[in-house]
């Protein structure tokens, strides 16, 4: 109010100004162009200002659906992320955000709604307390101008405080977002958790179809039946745009050999096709707009003034900045549990948490980016069909015996993410950024990714785009004898 106020002060002020001038005091034809589009410039920033205004208004109709307990609140920072008055848009600190995907059937809850009793399949519901199936902590920070996505599997294998050891995903349901946010914390060395969001599944559908769907790549066909969810899972490989009921296929899907792990990279690869063709300036305005849609799928302590101070923010930096990692860990072997487990890895956690999340390091280990002991793993995304193959492979040997040469001799070549690239990306798989430049500066072209879409084995993946061909003369000279 107090924007609205000064605002009409200011313009009163200038009326004033202007009856004094008396009428014989015209503005030239130039000034007037000048005061028209002085004032059309006006329009357009009040316009915007109302409409965020009026977002903030909209609070009316509260995010949390859960009702914490003061100790429970007490998990969470209750320090404010965004600034006051006309900076309430503004994001002031760096904050970490806990979201939660939630996957609930009928048997998930205790009393389950009255029309899902006679199906003869199990619907997913609108609740949030059952299994998380999706979990990611989420970096903003201002100061660096990074946003920072860490995926948590949700079979990863962890102490889950009161309830003993555990699949991570089962935090929610004994205790809710604080337990898991407490537990989530404990895994990763003390990190502290500003604040939480879960969204049903039901809602992630709602939420790609307000944002006008996403282009993206399948990997390959994925065709899936379970008739006891009537969850029908069928896409075909390409490059296509699909709608929130197709995507929400896409990021369900979990049965191919790398399980819920080649469902984390396909999550990765929605997320920054959805945020690198959506988080634009305009989208702030549309806020309002999509929250209505999926409102009712959405339980979260934070406010719509900290949620239109987060997208500002993400509207606003390099897309290079958006960083997306994963728990590093490795997959339980037959036998060694009770159960199928993402083992976490404790010593590249410490590491990752003290490079991309500011945790102090615990040690003064020399790291392990040294060329000799990083494993490279080479992709060839070219899009040669699987007969041409063997003789891409040995096309790759320039490039291979330059990586050699410069000290990398843990290299392996491995089954290629399926997605034609035009310019090679070298993904830094375990989060290690400065290791994947130095590969880049090395080899003379392809983009630094910072994400884990290559093969999980590597340290760095470099996934051969075409540009290799425009290069690969180069490096069959600068390696003869």
């Known amino acids: 109010m107090t924007s609205q106020k000064t605002t009409a002060a200011q313009q009163r002020a200038a009326k004033a100004k202007y009856k004094g001038q008396g009428k014989n005091s015209r503005p030239s034809k130039s000034g007037r162009w000048l005061w028209f589009a002085v004032g059309m410039g006006g329009i357009a920033i009040v316009s915007g200002l109302a409409g965020a205004l009026l977002a903030v208004s909209w609070e009316s109709t509260p995010l949390q659906q859960a009702q914490l307990s003061p100790q429970e609140e007490a998990v969470f920072d209750s320090d404010s992320i965004s600034g006051n008055g006309l900076q309430f848009s503004q994001l002031t600190r760096p904050v970490n955000i806990l979201l939660m995907g939630m996957s609930v059937l009928p048997p998930d809850v205790q009393n389950p709604p009255s029309e899902t009793k006679n199906l003869r399949y199990l619907p997913q519901i609108n609740s949030f307390d059952g299994l998380s199936d999706v979990m990611l902590l989420v970096k903003f920070d201002p100061e660096t101008k990074k946003v920072v996505m860490l995926s948590v599997p949700r079979d990863t294998r962890t102490q889950i405080e009161g309830h003993g050891v555990k699949k991570i995903n089962a935090a929610n349901v004994d205790g809710g977002p604080a337990l898991t946010a407490k537990t989530v914390s404990n895994l990763l060395g003390g990190v502290g958790i500003d604040r939480y969001v879960r969204i049903n599944v039901l809602g992630v559908s709602k939420l790609i179809e307000a944002l006008g769907g996403v282009n993206i790549y399948v990997p390959k066909d994925m065709k899936y039946r379970d008739d006891s969810q009537h969850l029908y899972i069928n896409l075909k490989a390409g490059q296509q745009h699909l709608n929130g009921e197709q995507a929400l296929q896409l990021l369900r899907y979990r049965h191919d050999e790398l399980g819920d792990i080649g469902r984390i990279q396909r999550q990765q690869t929605v997320l920054r096709a959805l ?13 309002p707009d999509i929250l209505n849609v999926v409102k009712e799928n959405i339980d979260t302590n934070l406010s719509v003034e900290e949620l239109i101070a987060l997208v500002g923010f993400g509207s606003k930096i390099n897309r290079a900045n958006m960083q997306m990692l994963m728990l590093p860990g490795r997959f339980s072997e037959n036998r060694e549990f009770d159960a199928s487990y993402w083992v976490p ?95 880049r500066s090395l080899l003379g072209f392809g983009e630094v990714r910072v994400e884990s879409t290559g093969n999980i084995g590597s340290d760095i993946t470099i996934q051969v785009g075409k540009d290799w061909s425009q290069n690969q003369a180069i490096f069959q000279n600068s390696t003869r004898p």
């Open 275 to 287: 945020i690198e063709q959506t988080l634009n300036p305009t989208t702030i305005t549309k806020l």
């Open 345 to 439: 890895d404790g010593r590249n956690i410490a590491k990752l948490m003290t490079q991309h999340f500011g945790l102090e390091a615990k040690t003064t280990e020399t790291s392990f980016s040294e060329p000799g002991r990083l494993r490279v793993a080479i992709q060839d995304s070219t899009g040669g069909d699987s007969e041409a193959r063997p003789r891409n492979r040995s096309q790759l040997r320039p490039l291979i015996k330059t990586l050699e040469k410069a000290g990398y001799t843990n290299i392996f070549v491995s089954k290629p993410w399926g997605q034609p690239l035009d310019v090679t990306h070298i993904v830094a798989q375990q989060g290690d950024g400065d290791s994947a430049e130095s590969i």
